[in-house]
């Protein structure tokens, strides 16, 4: 089993840069690929970035460019550098994995881009 937490969220302004972080139990965080995703008020939860276990990454469309998705394995920790935040970037964002045809899931964390 393995217990996500995130952290990070918070409100910026249009322009302005936040660092997500997610913090996984367990001794085997450095096998799982690790993924975030968000949803907006309203709106379907997506995917934004994932991470594999030997750190090759993909990103939503929306967010290349913008965010970036890294992995510390000595920490058990993934993290999401958002930059060039955008008032639609607003959003519960989740951290993700999977472990044995089970997906796990953190309790998500809030951001809000606003003026």
């Known amino acids: 089993q393995v217990q996500l937490v995130e952290s990070g969220g918070g409100l910026v302004q249009p322009g302005g840069s936040l660092r997500l972080s997610c913090a996984a139990s367990?001794?085997?965080?450095?096998?799982?690929?690790m993924n975030w995703y968000r949803q907006a008020p309203g709106k379907q939860r997506e995917l934004v970035a994932g991470?594999?276990?030997?750190?090759?990454?993909n990103y939503a469309d929306s967010v290349k460019g913008r965010f970036t998705i890294s992995r510390d394995n000595t920490k058990n920790t993934v993290y999401l550098q958002m930059n060039s935040l955008k008032p639609e970037d607003t959003a519960v964002y989740y951290c993700?994995?999977?472990?044995?045809?089970?997906?796990?899931w953190g309790k998500g964390t809030l951001v809000t881009v606003s003026s």
């Open positions: 991470i594999t276990s030997d750190s090759n990454t």
């Open positions: 993700n994995t999977n472990l044995n045809f089970m997906e796990y």
């Open positions: 367990g001794s085997i965080f450095s096998i799982l690929a």
